[in-house]
């Protein structure tokens, strides 16, 4: 018998369910195709039952962003969004985003890659035009991003949210999150 299926019988018989027996101690066909679907079941179902747990965001002095372990590879101005919201939990109305626009220029102008620095003040302006939606489209790219490197449970904590009309924010407890 293979590990798995006594993992499987242990399982079983720690339910209160029975276990599968024979007199000799032998399985057929039946029995090995029912404990190869009861395997596939615990494997997919591992991480379901967990409290959810929190990583910790660690944004290093040159920006680059970790969640546990793990880097958040993300393009340079939607890394300008999510440090923005992580810098104020207390959220920001998309409406007075513009009030915002130098501390997004300086994220910005330490994430890219460009060698002209007056390029970071321009692309900043056009991502906070009112009749252009990159914030939106930048929002987008984060929470997807996020939710790539975070358990399902979790991911609304780490996800830029809020009702239209009142503020975005990031809900995760900002203990959590440390600036290097």
């Known amino acids: 018998m293979t590990n798995d299926a006594l993992l499987a019988l242990f399982f079983l018989s720690s339910q209160g369910t029975g276990t599968l027996e024979e007199e000799r101690g032998t399985y057929g066909a039946a029995e090995e195709t029912e404990l190869k679907d009861l ?3 615990l494997r997919a179902s591992s991480g379901r039952y967990r409290a959810p747990s ?30 923005l919201f992580l810098r104020h939990p207390e ?4 409406k007075h985003i513009s009030d915002y626009q130098t501390e997004m220029t300086g994220y910005y102008s ?25 914030l939106n489209v930048n929002i987008a790219r984060v929470n997807a991003a996020l939710s790539a490197l975070v358990a399902p449970e979790e991911k ?21 999150v440390i600036w290097e």
């Open 156 to 176: 609304q904590l780490y996800r830029v949210s809020g009702r239209a009309g009142s503020p975005k924010a990031i809900p995760l407890d900002r203990t959590l």
């Open 91 to 94: 959220g920001i109305l998309l």
């Open 39 to 41: 395997m596939g079941f």
């Open 110 to 134: 330490r994430c890219m890659k460009a060698d002209n620095p007056e390029e970071a003040p321009r692309r900043v302006r056009r991502l906070l035009d009112i009749f252009s939606n990159e």
């Open 54 to 83: 929190p990583g910790v965001v660690r944004i290093t002095h040159t920006l680059r962003v970790f969640i546990g372990s793990q880097e958040l590879k993300i393009r340079p101005m939607a890394k300008t969004v999510l440090l």
